[in-house]
Structures are given as structure tokens and as C-alpha cells.
């Protein structure tokens, strides 16, 4: 079975910096989907950034980029020029990429705390 | 931009009773999710639904359980009998396709069972 790791509870960074979180996963699949959600308090989950497995360029979203190392199976999330309104809970999800199989395995997220 | 709506964002219920929690997905997707998060642990998958009928379910999607999209705008989660152990906040999402596009998540309800 799969299973996704998010190692830091909690992770604070200053207004501006740049802050890393980590993510690793198990699977024995060779094809799948990586994805990095937001919570903020107002609770809803809403999607940074997704990743394809199969392939090598890493995705990037204006401020947000990941680090995809597919044999170290790393998934880490990037944040630059931090603000106040990227304060939230960080999870990040692994998707099957065989049919008939839609759920994600999420991880157990990550806390940010952005300091002014 | 398009949005998943869920009632009531709140719900307390007595223990052993019955509720349905409500989702509105965003109209032209057409897989629907219920996920769950216990407070201060990981979210888990409990249902996926297409095509008026379950596509898959978790262990813990048992016999209490159960899904509806009654009317083709509206999906629904019924327990059947609460236990204090279903608190907890449910998110209904959906996706236009299968494929690894990301979901779509509503802004949950938060139940109690007392």
C-alpha cells in the first residue's frame, strides 16, 4: 500500500524568505500524480501545484515550485517570497495513475506559520 | 470561479442518531469524493462515486454509510448511526475527469456527535 510522510508538523518563515517542506512516499508504482493542497483556517482544501510522475521537469506555479525526485521518492514544496496569506496547513497527496482507482493518500500535513 | 458548496458548515447530532451531509459538486464534473479529517490527524478517503454508483470505498466506508446524488445536482453522505467516534470534519469534492487533475474540495462540515 502506499503511503505518504510529511516529516515537519510545523515550520515558521519570515515574510519574504523562502521556506522548503518535505514530502516523501512509498509506492511501488511507476506511474502516478503528486499534488500539494492548502489549508488555510477558512478550511477548504484548495490545490498549489500537481506533479505528473512520468514527468522529469518539476512543476512550478508562480511563487510555488517542487523538487520531484522520483528515485529518492521525494515530493518537496517550495515557497518564495513568502506572504502572510500562505499561512496555512500544507498536505500533500499521492494518486494512482491506474484506472479504476481515484482516492488520494494524503499525508498528515504540515503547519506554516508566516512571520511578519 | 466555480466552487464545491457543502451544508450545513456545522452539524451537532446525538450519538445513534442519523444525518446526511450535503454537497453541491461544481455541475459539469462528474466524480464526486467524500473525504474525512479527524481533528488533528491526516485526511482519509472515504468514498469515490460516478455514474450513480460507488467506483470505490475505504474500510471505513462500512454499512453506516452511505451515498446519493438524488437529484443530479446534490450529493449526499448519510450515517446511519452516529458514533461518537464519526467526529470529525467531512469534505465532499469533485473532478471533472479521472485523471490526475486535482480535485476540487468544498469547505467541509464539521460534525459532532455527543
Known amino acids: 500500500a502506499q503511503t505518504v510522510t510529511q516529516s515537519q508538523p510545523e515550520m515558521s518563515v519570515q515574510e519574504a524568505e523562502t521556506v522548503t517542506l518535505s514530502c516523501t512516499y512509498d509506492?511501488?508504482?511507476?506511474?502516478?500524480?503528486l499534488f500539494w493542497y492548502k489549508q488555510p483556517p477558512s478550511r477548504q482544501m484548495i490545490l498549489v501545484i500537481r506533479q505528473e510522475a512520468y514527468k522529469q521537469q518539476n512543476a512550478t506555479e508562480n511563487r510555488f515550485s517542487v523538487n520531484f525526485q522520483k528515485a529518492a521518492k521525494s515530493f518537496s514544496l517550495k515557497i518564495s517570497d513568502s506572504q502572510l496569506g500562505d499561512a496555512a496547513m500544507y498536505f500533500c497527496a499521492y494518486r494512482s495513475a491506474t484506472s479504476g482507482t481515484y482516492k488520494y493518500i494524503f499525508g498528515t500535513g504540515t503547519r506554516l506559520k508566516v512571520l511578519a | 470561479e466555480p466552487e464545491v458548496t457543502q451544508t450545513p458548515s456545522h452539524q451537532v447530532t446525538q450519538m445513534g442518531q442519523e444525518v446526511i451531509l450535503r454537497c453541491v459538486p461544481i455541475s459539469n464534473h462528474l466524480y464526486f469524493y467524500w473525504y474525512r479529517q479527524i481533528l488533528g490527524q491526516k485526511v482519509e478517503f472515504l468514498v469515490s462515486?460516478?455514474?450513480?454508483?460507488?467506483?470505490?470505498k475505504s474500510e471505513i466506508f462500512d454499512d453506516q454509510f452511505s451515498v446519493e446524488r438524488p437529484d443530479g445536482s446534490n450529493f449526499t453522505l448519510k450515517i446511519r448511526s452516529t458514533k461518537l467516534e464519526d467526529s470529525a470534519m467531512y469534505f465532499c469534492?469533485?473532478?471533472?475527469?479521472?485523471?490526475?487533475?486535482?480535485?476540487?474540495f468544498g469547505s467541509g462540515t464539521r460534525l459532532t456527535v455527543v
Open positions: 509506492t511501488s508504482e511507476s506511474d502516478y500524480y
Open positions: 462515486f460516478y455514474n450513480n454508483e460507488i467506483s470505490e
Open positions: 469534492a469533485s473532478s471533472e475527469a479521472a485523471g490526475g487533475y486535482g480535485y476540487t
